[in-house]
């Protein structure tokens, strides 16, 4: 007879606002006001909101002239990333006082698999809010957990109490909180697929639970698979402290669009650099690169393509860009950004590392 699956202790940590809540805890002026980190410029792009902008709409990825005209008393403050990656740092610390298995997601978030790992009569969910007030303690910053038997619903159940709080989801509760939830929610089903998925008739989990796994198959190809698990609350992803990148890249957006192959290559160039040199620091080498084109009117593009042997050189990416640049050039609409990405990684795992952001100015 098969030993019943052990159940998982899974915890996902999610920094509230964390870019923002730093400004505001190293800047007193900041505090209890909305805040945008990011460039309050005609081309600038909001990086976080703190939650006092977040009530009047402001967003992540919002142009920043948007942001302005939904909060006129909006204050920007340009990214700190060296500080971010510094407390990112000292809050991964704390996550290693508990467990080995953290899986970074980015700065502010990660998962936490504690199941072989908590003390002697702790549960996860006390040791989740142990985790919080340590962070709490020495960084002066919150974090929402959620608590679950495996990622899916732990990064589900994090989204619950934000701010500060913290939601469990047990085994018993985890197919009946799916079912309830609309799939346009579901940590992994984005805007395009779940408008694909209400075209179906599948709005939420209830709805994705009573498709059969092959017609989820051959609507959306392998992801199929993993959508028929999550809608019956199964998840059984392992957490993997030395998650393998699959790409390393930059962009960057301009503060007035571009024409020419000459402005092209004069923007290119900072960004195949700071590419590179993130290859030369993860010593990581891909053989595929591919370029990210963005116009005027907000149409996007990306080309790509693969050599039979890796990137060498800050040359030999410029050129490998440039080739794939030059057929879009001169463009009679204008390209607000650019970005540049290599990929193709052969048996090379790398430390989680953050490269780069796409709302910088130019």
């Known amino acids: ?63 920043s002239v948007t942001a302005q005209r939904k909060c006129p008393e909006l204050i920007f403050t340009p990214p700190r990333f060296d500080v971010y990656r510094a407390v990112s740092l000292q809050i991964r610390n704390i996550f290693a006082r508990h467990t080995p298995l953290i899986e970074p997601l980015s700065l502010d978030e990660a998962y936490l698999d504690l199941t072989d790992f908590l003390q002697d009569g702790e549960t996860a969910t006390q040791a989740a809010e142990t985790i919080r007030a340590a962070i709490f ?45 609309p799939v346009r929610k579901f940590h992994g089903v984005g805007p395009a697929t779940a408008d694909r998925m209400k075209k179906l008739g599948i709005e939420t989990g209830e709805d994705l639970r009573a498709r059969d796994p092959k017609f989820l198959t051959r609507h959306f190809g392998k992801a199929g698979a993993f959508y028929a698990a999550i ?9 993997k402290p030395n998650r393998e990148r699959k ?12 024409f020419t192959p000459e402005a092209m290559r004069e923007k290119i160039a900072p960004i195949v650099t700071k590419v590179f040199s993130a290859c030369e620091r993860l010593r990581m080498f891909g053989r595929t690169v591919t370029v990210k084109v963005k116009y005027s009117d907000f149409q996007q593009l990306t080309r790509a393509h693969t ?36 990929s193709g990684f052969e048996g090379t795992r790398a430390e989680d590392d953050q490269l780069g952001f796409s709302f910088r100015r130019d």
Request: net charge positive; hydrophobic share 45%.
């Open 1 to 63: 007879m098969t030993a019943p699956e052990r159940v998982r202790k899974i915890i996902h940590i999610d920094m509230d606002a964390f870019f923002a809540s730093v400004e505001q805890r190293d800047n007193p002026v900041f505090r209890g006001k909305p805040l945008a980190v990011g460039y309050g410029r005609a081309r600038g792009v909001v990086a976080a909101a703190s939650y006092e902008a977040r009530a009047f709409g402001v967003h992540s990825a919002m142009p």
């Open 137 to 181: 303690a020495e960084t002066g910053l919150t974090a929402s957990a959620g608590v679950s038997y495996n990622k899916f619903l732990a990064k589900m159940a994090s989204d619950q109490r934000k701010p500060n709080g913290l939601f469990v989801i047990t085994p018993k509760q985890g197919p009946a909180f799916v079912a309830a939830l």
């Open 231 to 239: 809608a019956r609350g199964e998840d059984h992803r392992p957490v």
């Open 247 to 258: 790409s390393i890249g930059a962009e960057s957006t301009f503060l007035q669009d571009i």
């Open 307 to 342: 050599e039979s042997a890796p990137v060498g050189s800050c040359d030999d990416l410029s050129r490998r860009a440039l080739d794939l640049l030059r057929p879009l050039f001169p463009s009679a609409k204008g390209v607000r950004l650019l970005g540049v990405t290599v």
